[in-house]
């Protein structure tokens, strides 16, 4: 089916396993096939009196012994067809991670988390249910109705098994047109599931917030629709299923009724024997489950390839940033920066956020990058780590354009410290080396000392062992900016960039930790985005952007006698001191 064909190298690789499920599943069928023609035989032995005690010891035997083999096979179909759909299943998980892992940040602000993680959580089940289980019914429905058919024609009687099989056409239609509805009901059905688990996690995730303005009820009403939504979405589906199911079961009965009838005229005219009446009742008593299971098959099918729809409109999204063909064997960065002439505009959006800028950083240089909140500075640091695509020729490293830099070598030259500072739920030392450098505990002590975060660190019970919750929630914002802070400087970076990264602590500590960091920023080059003018004064030059645009730059001693933003905000933070001062 052209819907899985992502999995085609799994197949190729695993296509042993599910010859051998295969394999095993047809001889557990085969000799389940074997045991009507003994209980025929059976019969007839009884009904003629040509039985004793012993024969019926020696069936006993027989039938224990196809007892055995029978789990026996059972038990390695169900490890390779059950087992090769496991592995699947975490095949395809990985896939799908590493795929997400690839994609640009433009994705993941137009999709939501909920929604990504009932991709990886229910589809990928869909699909597991349709390879594994699925697959045993299909050959289970395939090799019992066409070997169960040709054993009630040829050592029975072939009228009586036509009459018995009148029902199949209406079977076939049902399932047929039942199959379209189950496959686009349960499409709804995903889509449904993921608004739900989006509405848990963000509310989650946003706890705190729901009860600081004490809206409870309100998000439990929003819960209420969106699980509403599930619920209709499913009880539309089961409708179809719960309609789908006594239609092949009492189409499966006729055959019973059918057979009750014709087949009892039969024995009584003496056409047929009593055992092979038995006989015939038991291969059609083993032909109802398969014609049961051909709805179950395509329920299973029409789940899994809805869900594998739905994961390949994932796959099928490509990352906007990725290495060009055109991409340099660069290892090292020293740090030299320049944009020219750099004009940037959101996917999806007619105003441009960056308009013409242009200014050149030396390598091992300090700038700090000062404007109002919306003005682009974090847009400018985005293009400079290349979250987003900055048009070819306006962003340059060490003199080349930063398209033609691996992305990898861009990335991991590059210490960044965000304005949301986002912690992973571990412990605080692996927060702070998520880099996984490698530094011992003390090399790691070391850098949170520089970043003034140690004495809090170590006030905890657990010290660098303490978990943070998940974003960090145990923590305190000045903690949080802190403990990135050193997370960005224990991997020696030739750029460091602190994107307001400062605001959440006092003027002191701040003072404390750009102290500690005149040395390390001494042979790094170095940005500084922040709205204090205390954190940029020391800049060797500073930027001032304003509605996307660059305004001033200079020193700050030649900035505080132009007219402008930055001598506007100076002398709003020095009376702003003496107030602070006065009180």
Do not use: C
Not at 21 to 39: F, K, M, Y
Not at 130 to 154: E, K, N, Q, R
Not at 233 to 251: E, S, T
Not at 378 to 388: A, D, H
């Amino acid at each position: 089916m052209r819907t899985f064909f992502r999995l085609k190298e799994f197949f190729r690789e695993n296509k042993k396993y599910y010859i051998l499920g295969v394999l095993a599943l047809i001889a557990t069928n085969s000799l389940q096939l074997i045991i009507p023609q003994l209980l025929g035989r059976f019969a007839d032995n009884i009904a003629e009196r040509q039985i004793d005690q012993r024969g019926i010891l020696v069936f006993i035997l027989i039938l224990l012994t196809l007892a055995l083999l029978i789990a026996f096979f059972r038990f390695l179909w169900r490890i390779y067809v059950m087992g090769n759909a496991r592995r699947m299943e975490y095949t395809l998980r990985n896939m799908l991670f590493r795929h997400l892992q690839s994609l640009s940040t433009e994705f993941f602000n137009r999709h939501k988390t909920g929604d990504l993680m009932a991709h990886a959580t229910n589809d990928i089940q869909a699909v597991r249910m349709a390879l594994g289980p699925g697959i045993v019914l299909a050959i289970d429905s395939l090799f019992l109705t066409s070997v169960i058919i040709v054993m009630m024609v040829t050592t029975i009687d072939w009228q009586l098994t036509l009459i018995a099989l009148l029902p199949l056409p209406f079977m076939v239609a049902i399932v047929t047109r039942f199959g379209k509805i189950i496959h686009a009901r349960f499409k709804k059905v995903q889509e449904a599931f993921s608004d739900l688990t989006d509405q848990t996690q963000e509310n989650f995730s946003g706890i705190r917030v729901v009860k600081g303005f004490a809206q409870e009820n309100e998000e439990k009403d929003k819960f209420r629709q969106v699980n509403q939504k599930n619920v209709d979405a499913n009880m539309h589906l089961v409708r179809v299923w719960g309609l789908f199911m006594p239609l092949v079961q009492f189409i499966s009965a006729l055959s019973f009724i059918i057979v009750l009838g014709y087949g009892g005229i039969l024995v009584i005219n003496g056409s047929i024997s009593l055992g092979n009446f038995v006989t015939f009742n038991s291969y059609l008593g083993m032909l109802t489950w398969p014609m049961m299971a051909i709805g179950w098959v395509f329920n299973m099918i029409q789940r899994g390839k809805a869900s594998m729809d739905r994961l390949n409109t994932l796959f099928e999204n490509k990352p906007e940033v990725t290495d060009h063909p055109d991409t340099l064997p660069v290892e090292e960065i020293k740090g030299e920066i320049g944009f020219r002439n750099l004009s940037f505009t959101y996917p999806g959006s007619d105003e441009p956020v960056l308009k013409n800028i242009t200014f050149s950083i030396p390598a091992g240089k300090t700038v700090g990058i000062l404007g109002r909140t919306g003005s682009g500075k974090t847009t400018l640091m985005n293009l400079l780590l290349r979250l987003y695509n900055p048009p070819r020729g306006t962003v340059f490293i060490d003199g080349t354009d930063i398209h033609k830099i691996p992305l990898e070598t861009v990335r991991e030259n590059i210490g960044y410290v965000p304005q949301d500072n986002f912690l992973f739920s571990t412990t605080i030392k692996e927060n702070v080396d998520f880099a996984y450098t490698g530094r011992t505990l003390k090399e790691i002590e070391d850098y949170t000392k520089m970043a003034q975060v140690y004495d809090n660190i170590v006030d905890f019970p657990k010290k660098y062992e303490t978990l943070v919750g998940e974003r960090g929630v145990t923590l305190s914002g000045g903690q949080k900016q802190r403990i990135s802070l050193a997370r960005a400087l224990i991997k020696d970076p030739s750029i460091l960039i602190l994107d307001d990264s400062l605001s959440a602590v006092d003027t002191q500590t701040e003072e404390a930790i750009l102290q500690n960091l005149k040395q390390l920023m001494a042979d790094r080059t170095s940005l500084i985005i922040a709205h204090r003018i205390s954190t940029l004064k020391n800049a060797d030059n500073i930027i001032v952007i304003e509605e996307g645009e660059v305004t001033q730059q200079g020193s700050h001693e030649k900035l505080v006698k132009e007219d402008g933003l930055y001598r506007e905000l100076y002398q709003k933070q020095l009376l702003e001191d003496k107030i602070d001062s006065v009180g």
